[in-house]
């Protein structure tokens, strides 16, 4: 492949890759991918992200508390997820954000530990990497006071509307976008807005093992998703932008640099 590209969000802390995690970095990097953003999504996920990113070459890290785990933020919690992000591998505070979809923690849990997180990268002076999955109202009545304290915010794995999407890029968001609009039963909306997010705000990922591309030909035996399989990715997101394949990967490695201020 003449081209290569990043992936913004793999969960490579996920005891599905507790086996053969080497070969799956060592295959992403063979496949065309230049560097990887490991996301964490609670302390402890945070401290093996760390510790990952530092094991592997061009790899970087997330520090932060997922609106599932939200329940767990204390003080404590916020002092460690500091401490962490004074590391050189965390680039950004995160995952952190608003899930009113199953409300693993309750409204008021996950909106204390959003804010605080936010409160945490507005005085480290680090991008925010966020969530936001059926609470689009709230999340941005929370995240905007915050905005113009922040160097940046990506919303990852974006599924939600054309209205929402513009709001978003509108304050400045990246939008993060994975293999869900792969999906011909439930991406169809997504791919339909792809070409309405300017290129300098969009970023690409896999959320693998998560959301395997259901276009994937031939699908991978065990069902898993590999950040190998980003070029897939990147291919029908250019396909259906209406550009060339090459230029997206260089226009979103270029976005990935602006937003985490790292070189790869």
Not at 40 to 51: H, I, P, V
Request: charged residues 25%.
């Amino acid at each position: 492949m003449e081209y290569r590209m990043f992936d913004i969000g793999v969960n490579l802390t996920s005891s599905q890759f507790a086996k053969d995690r080497d070969d799956v970095v060592a295959c992403a990097f063979d496949a065309g991918v230049n560097g990887l953003l490991i996301t964490g999504t609670n302390l402890r996920e945070s401290q093996q992200a760390q510790k990952l990113a530092r094991q592997y070459s061009s790899c970087w890290s997330t520090a932060g508390v997922h609106p599932h785990d939200s329940s767990q933020w204390q003080a404590a919690t916020e002092e460690a997820i500091i401490e962490l992000a004074a590391q050189p591998e965390v680039v950004a505070i995160g995952e952190c954000g608003l899930d009113f979809n199953r409300n693993f923690s309750t409204p008021e849990e996950q909106e204390r530990a959003f804010v605080a997180q936010l409160r945490i990268a507005a005085d480290l002076n680090m991008p925010v990497f966020m969530h936001c999955r059926d609470a689009h109202e709230r999340f941005m009545t929370l995240l905007e006071p915050w905005l113009d304290k922040l160097p940046g915010a990506v919303l990852h794995c974006f599924t939600g509307t054309r209205e929402e999407m513009q709001a978003c890029v509108a304050h400045g968001i990246y939008i993060g976008i994975t293999g869900w609009v792969c999906d011909e039963r439930r991406g169809l909306e997504l791919r339909e807005l792809l070409p309405l997010i300017p290129a300098e705000k969009l970023l690409i990922e896999t959320d693998a093992p998560y959301l395997l591309p259901r276009d994937l030909t031939p699908k991978p035996s065990s069902r898993r998703n590999e950040p190998a399989h980003l070029p897939h990715i990147l291919q029908r997101i250019a396909h259906w932008r209406g550009e060339d394949a090459a230029w997206l990967a260089a226009t979103t490695d270029a976005n990935v640099k602006t937003l985490f201020g790292i070189a790869f």
